[in-house]
């Protein structure tokens, strides 16, 4: 039986973030997400620079859409204060991320065992009787994962993504 101590389980509520986002779209295999989402992070992050804004909380990758053909994704950067550009710059664009409440599951170590981790939250989504099949994670989107520490900078063992989905039932 899996537990939500088992998947350090919580329910929070998220604040709106201001965020400059890119829209993206990937195959389901790790080479072609790994591809998809380092490329909008870096035109995110290009666009951050180029236009001098602050960095303000965790990069964060907002899942919108899945079926067998791929996933449809936002990658977003939270940045400070009000919008300071007014141009967006196809097809990067600033724009606010929602706020709600969420459960929030913790995964700990290398992206490519985040598998395992989404393995474990549906069956504790089964067990607690918030999901009966696969299909019903439908419900749970648009769900994002935040980056907890740079990958650039950690050891794959360290790594720690927060996986959100919206507090529904």
């Known amino acids: ?12 509520q998220v604040a709106p973030a201001l965020a400059v ?17 380092t490329e ?22 907002v899942y ?15 940045v400070s204060g009000q919008a300071a550009v007014t141009v967006d ?3 990067v664009f600033v724009a606010t991320l929602p706020g709600g409440k969420a459960y929030r599951f913790i995964h700990h170590g290398p992206y490519e065992e985040l598998g395992k981790t ?3 939250i549906t069956a504790f989504l ?4 918030w999901i009966e099949t696969e299909a019903d994670w439908a419900k749970y989107m648009p769900m994002w994962e935040e980056y907890m ?5 950690t050891p794959p063992a360290d790594l720690m993504t927060h996986i959100y989905l919206p507090a529904v039932q």
């Not at 909008?40 to 964060?60: C, S, T, W, Y």
């Not at 089964?126 to 009787?129: A, D, F, M, R």
């Open 64 to 78: 919108t859409a899945y079926d067998a053909g791929g996933m449809s994704f936002t990658a977003a950067i939270p």
């Open 40 to 61: 909008a992070f870096e035109a995110a992050m290009k666009f951050v620079k180029d236009n001098h804004l602050i960095m303000n909380g965790q990069p964060r990758v």
């Open 89 to 91: 710059e196809p097809p």
């Open 1 to 12: 039986m899996i537990t939500a101590t088992d998947l350090a389980f919580a329910e929070v």
């Open 149 to 153: 520490n740079d990958p650039e900078t």
């Open 126 to 129: 089964k067990e607690k009787g």
């Open 21 to 37: 986002q890119r829209n993206g779209h990937s195959a389901m295999d790790p080479a072609s997400i790994k591809a998809a989402i």
């Open 118 to 120: 989404y393995n474990e």
